[in-house]
C-alpha cells in the first residue's frame, strides 16, 4: 500500500474539503498512477469530487462509519479496509486521503508519492512531516519545475519500517 498527495511547504493537503492549488501536472501524475488501482479513501474525500461520485477506472474503497451508497465499496474500521486491501497487490493499492486517513494508514505504507509545492496553500488539514519523521527516507525528488504558476517536485518517501496488515 503507497500513500498518494500533494503539499504544500507546511505539510498542508488541503483547505475547505477541496485541493489549494490547481496543478495540471500534479493531476495528470495522480491520475496516470491510479487509473486501473484501488484507491483507499475516507467520505469527505469521496464527497470533495465532483459530484460526490467516485473516481473512474479504478476500485473505490471508502473507509466511514456509515455505508456509502455510491459504486464503492464501504469498510469501516481498519480491520474490514485491511481484509479488503489483501486481495489486491500491495502496489496497486493507493491511499489518497484525507488527513485522518494519511494519519492513521502512513505507518502501514510502503511508499509516500509525495508531490511538494513550493508555496504556502492556507491549508485546513494536515499530514505528517515526512522530512521529520525517522520512519520515512526521501529517496527520489525530481528537478523542480513549473505548475500552474507553482514550484513542484514529484518524490517518493521510504517507509524503512512499514507496519504489517
Do not use: Q
Not at 507546511?10 to 495522480?30: A, H, Q, T, Y
Not at 509525495?114 to 527520489?140: M, N, W
Request: charged share 25%; net charge negative.
Amino acid at each position: 500500500m503507497r500513500a498518494i498527495f500533494h503539499a504544500d511547504i507546511k505539510w498542508g493537503i488541503g483547505r475547505k474539503n477541496g485541493l489549494m492549488f490547481s496543478l495540471p501536472k500534479d493531476m495528470k501524475f495522480f491520475r496516470e498512477t491510479t487509473t486501473g488501482k484501488v484507491v483507499v479513501m475516507g467520505l469527505n474525500t469521496l464527497r470533495s469530487f465532483p459530484g460526490g461520485k467516485p473516481l473512474k477506472d479504478r476500485t473505490n474503497i471508502v473507509l466511514s462509519p456509515e455505508d456509502v451508497k455510491e459504486d464503492v465499496v464501504t469498510v469501516h474500521n481498519l480491520e474490514e479496509l485491511f481484509a479488503e486491501v489483501k486481495k489486491y497487490p500491495a502496489e496497486e493499492v493507493f491511499v489518497i486521503g484525507g488527513a485522518s486517513v494519511y494519519r492513521a494508514l502512513l505507518p502501514y505504507c510502503t511508499e509516500a508519492l509525495v508531490t511538494k509545492v513550493e508555496a504556502e496553500g492556507g491549508a485546513d488539514v494536515f499530514v505528517p512531516d515526512l522530512d521529520a519523521d525517522p520512519s520515512f527516507s526521501l529517496t527520489r525528488e525530481s528537478a523542480p519545475e513549473e505548475d500552474n504558476g507553482y514550484t513542484i517536485r514529484f518524490c517518493i518517501y521510504r517507509n524503512l519500517s512499514p507496519k504489517p496488515y
